[in-house]
């Protein structure tokens, strides 16, 4: 079988492929597997594999550039030469099997690029300047035009909300338990930006106990078991030059996902309840979700005061500035993200734009609340997995076409709100394909699918440049054994990770 080399071969590789081509027909070499084995027994398409594989294997001594030099010059009929790549690459393996380019593009095939991708130190991403487009960006016009494709921008944005939740996270899992005595003091959370100041610490407080039995079978479960805990907080950014960036001051409301067992609780009580405020009956939202952003604690207030308050104060100190009221969370802290944007939106005679990022969001009320959030002006984009079973609930035995002829006349169904961004777990390169349930509602898989997503006809981009490290120290047992197996060769096991907030997490999105 003969192959056109010279039309595909860079110019520096042919002297070099010519002067070895002649001892290929005479010599029995590793590089000819007609040698070593009867043709007929093999097809031909595996022997035209195998022999562009050897043959890479023997130029690569004499000919290795820097994958990640490569120079690109215009040739004088207008076209584009490439120079600097391997002889795989310029042989143009994708003319012949169009199904391998996307698998060397998702696989990092040099040691030097999955160390990167290992690394605990994230690569920073540009930060353009969003100026006089920052309300499309917010949501304005629901994000049409930026999805699919996914704009570089508002994926960067997405990313960057989303790592503000991971802060909520860690902020509450460093010290969980609350007194029951006293008033909590101030708690310091390390933002994933600098250019923000933490004003206001959140907390939820459930209205149902556990039983008294409880504590007699289990009394150590401790933070588990309280009744009020912190549940986020509120930032405003406070740099001039990221003010100037994002055309805007930007006030962050960032909520984590469920924890203690209280939370779970209210979960489950997956009535309808009617909003307190409204006076349409036909606007419910789930009684749990409703009981954690209402209820008052013995020595905090309801969620739905603190923001309110908060919000108020700052919306008055900077009176006269551009502002826009950013709410995100994950989980449970997605739910709650749409009952503090509803009870924010009418704060205030002027209230800034209210938009809401949430990952893995459940259901939170019916079609009624949908149209009582469209009317107030506040715009939501989901981002969901399409694997994340939370996604599905309340309503979960309900399909979703029955769900849409049924939201027209019934107030007891439930409805999602909002823009949605779908990604998919088997999409990426780097998870199996069966993934458990914990990993599909991961946050860090959400960010690494956001992070890697590019359209619906292309889901992966070859060129992500989130960092793997907290993925595989996370959800070790959900990567795909090539990339956990060359972690292990690079002396990057996942029990020496260690993950310590730092005071800065740049934005690894682009």
């Excluded at 070499?29 to 398409?45: A, D, E």
């Amino acid at each position: 079988m003969m192959i056109g080399v010279g039309l595909t071969l860079p110019a520096q590789n042919l002297n070099v492929f010519n002067a070895r081509r002649a001892s290929f027909k005479c010599q029995k070499s590793p590089l000819n597997p007609t040698s070593r084995r009867h043709v007929s027994s093999t097809s031909s398409t595996e022997l035209t594999r195998e022999t562009l594989s050897n043959l890479e294997k023997l130029l690569q001594k004499s000919n290795q550039p820097d994958p990640e030099r490569v120079v690109k010059t215009s040739t004088s009929n207008g076209s584009i030469e490439t120079k600097g790549k391997g002889l795989l690459e310029g042989l143009n393996l994708s003319r012949i099997w169009p199904e391998m380019k996307a698998a060397e593009e998702m696989s990092p095939r040099h040691l030097n690029r999955l160390q990167r991708l290992l690394s605990k130190t994230m690569e920073y991403s540009p930060r353009n300047n969003l100026g006089s487009r920052w309300r499309e960006y917010h949501g304005c016009n629901d994000w049409s035009g930026l999805l699919d494709p996914l704009d570089e921008n508002l994926r960067r944005e997405v990313v960057r909300y989303g790592e503000f939740v991971q802060a909520a996270y860690h902020g509450f899992h460093s010290n969980p338990a609350m007194s029951t005595d006293e008033a909590p003091l101030p708690r310091h959370v390390a933002l994933p930006d600098r250019s923000y100041k933490v004003t206001k610490s959140l907390y939820t407080t459930s209205s149902v106990g556990l039983p008294k039995w409880v504590d007699d079978v289990a009394p150590d479960l401790g933070w588990m078991t309280q009744r009020s805990s912190w549940i986020g907080y509120v930032a405003v950014c406070d740099d001039k030059r990221e003010i100037h960036r994002m055309g805007r001051r930007d006030i962050v409301i960032a909520l984590r996902g469920t924890a203690t067992c209280m939370e779970w609780a209210e979960n489950f009580r997956a009535q309808l309840d009617q909003i307190p405020e409204s006076g349409d009956p036909t606007q419910r939202v789930e009684r749990g979700f409703l009981s954690l952003h209402k209820t008052r604690g013995a020595h905090v207030p309801s969620l739905a005061e603190s923001v309110v308050e908060e919000v108020q104060r700052l919306i008055e100190m900077y009176k006269g500035e551009p502002l826009s009221i950013t709410i995100t969370g994950h989980s449970l802290g997605a739910a709650l993200s749409l009952l503090v944007a509803d009870e924010i939106s009418s704060c205030a005679p002027h209230v800034p734009p209210v938009a809401v990022f949430s990952f893995g969001g459940p259901r939170v009320g019916n079609k009624g609340f949908v149209e009582r959030l469209n009317k107030k002006n506040v715009k939501v984009l989901r981002i969901v997995n399409n694997q994340d079973l939370i996604t599905k609930v309340p309503g979960v035995f309900i399909s979703e076409k029955t769900q849409q002829k049924q939201q027209e006349d019934n107030p007891w169904t439930y409805s999602h709100v909002g823009t949605e961004l779908r990604v998919d777990t088997k999409m990426s390169p780097y998870l199996k394909p069966n993934v458990d349930i914990a990993c599909c509602h991961d946050l860090e898989a959400y960010l690494h699918l956001v992070d890697g997503y590019l359209s619906s006809k292309c889901p992966f981009r070859s060129n992500a440049k989130r960092s793997l490290a907290k993925l595989l120290h996370d959800q070790g047992s959900n990567v795909k054994q090539l990339y956990t197996h060359k972690a292990l060769s690079l002396n990057l096991e996942r029990d020496r990770f260690n993950f310590p907030m730092p005071s800065c997490l740049p934005s690894p999105s682009q």
